[in-house]
């Protein structure tokens, strides 16, 4: 069975530091993504990694992939208070969309 | 429809009672999936459809869950004699599988309040 496990589950931190969120997965899969969810809202798309050694960045926000250690990191650089939310890894394996079970992040000023 | 859209979008109603939450995937979508998510948890998973293939049914909590997803497209997750461990956000999502990554769009939410 597929099972995705991240961390940290909570995760405060002050304005303009960095830190990294890790999600590992049980089984083989080379798609991965990240999710981030706002309270009270759904869950919105943030990366798509679909190969071993895949990098993808959007502002500061980047996300990483090893398939070979079944690991991804999504790592914040410089954070702001407009980061705060939950974010979500899930690892597709044959179509079978698993999730981990979120990170919360807040920052603070 | 642009986006994934689920109705209703909040239900209030007794213990014991049937409820019905409706999925309305992006049109052209094969795959749909259904999750339940608790106050302040992650998301489980419950059902997954992929064209006309049978669902993975493997998520369902007991056997007064269940869903059907009739013509390919529109999804229907019935919960029989609702108790109030049921109460929860049921999310629906989407997914084109097979040409593009496979990325999930979600809809809003069924938010399930069982008294």
């Known amino acids: 069975e597929l099972k995705v496990e991240q961390n940290p589950l909570f995760l405060s931190m002050q304005e303009g530091k960095n830190y990294t969120i890790y999600c590992n997965y049980s089984t083989t899969s080379d798609r991965l993504y990240w999710y981030r969810q706002d309270p009270g809202k759904s869950l919105e798309s943030l990366f798509v990694l679909l190969s071993n050694g895949a990098v993808k960045q959007e502002g500061r926000l980047m996300a990483s992939l090893d398939t070979k250690a079944r690991l991804s990191t999504l790592h914040i650089t410089a954070a702001v208070h407009d980061l705060s939310a939950t974010y979500f890894c899930a690892v597709d394996k044959n179509n079978d969309m698993r999730f981990g079970a979120g990170t919360r992040l807040t920052v603070k000023p | 429809g642009a986006g994934v859209s689920q109705s209703p979008s909040n239900k209030v109603t007794e213990k014991g009672k049937d409820v019905e939450l409706r999925c309305d995937p992006i049109s052209g979508h094969t795959a749909l999936y259904w999750y339940r998510q608790s106050l302040g948890q992650g998301l489980e998973f419950l059902i997954y459809f992929q064209g006309n293939s049978a669902p993975d049914k493997s998520g369902l909590p007991s056997d007064r869950f269940s869903a059907e997803r009739t013509g390919g497209s529109v999804s229907t997750l019935t919960i029989q004699r609702t108790q109030q461990e049921d109460s929860a956000v049921y999310l629906c999502?989407?997914?084109?599988?097979?040409?593009?990554?496979?990325?999930?769009?979600f809809g809003e939410g069924s938010r399930l309040t069982v008294l």
């Open positions: 999502a989407s997914s084109l599988n097979g040409y593009r990554t496979g990325e999930l769009f």
